[in-house]
């Protein structure tokens, strides 16, 4: 049985992460995750760092790290707009890690609120990035 398909453009900010036909796409969102098929419809939303899933046409779900973005689905066509996007084989899971571990400190000091929720934001990156690779144990 043939799987509907739309089209895709993935974009970080440096370039172009995948452009092409997509039977499944799946994106974190500050509600959980958010699935998008074929004939979706139109929409906008937010993306919170974290882990995408995406099915390309007879392959196997691939995932990536992503960063915060946004998702514009229009008339079938699907935009995703995120600073940043990892395939697995491409993570520093050493420098992730590290960034954790530097987060969670700035976090355990307690100083000035937007500090502190940059911190989260840079834990919350890592932590993706960690799962994304596989190695999501932090020491």
Not at 12 to 24: I, R
């Amino acid at each position: 049985m043939a799987h509907s398909v739309f089209s895709a453009r993935i974009y970080e900010a440096d370039s172009p992460f995948y452009e092409g036909d997509l039977e499944s796409l799946i994106i974190p969102t500050s509600d959980g995750e958010y699935g998008v098929l074929a004939h979706h419809r139109n929409l906008v939303i937010a993306i919170v760092p974290g882990i995408m899933k995406y099915r390309i046409p007879g392959e196997e779900m691939k995932t990536a790290s992503v960063s915060e973005g946004m998702i514009r689905i229009e008339d079938g066509d699907v935009l995703v707009l995120v600073n940043t996007a990892e395939r697995p084989e491409e993570i520093d899971t050493e420098r992730a890690r590290a960034r954790a571990e530097e987060a969670k400190e700035i976090m355990l000091q307690k100083r000035s609120m937007q500090e502190y929720y940059s911190a989260e934001a840079t834990l919350r990156r890592a932590m993706a990035r960690l799962k994304a690779s596989g190695n999501h144990e932090i020491n």
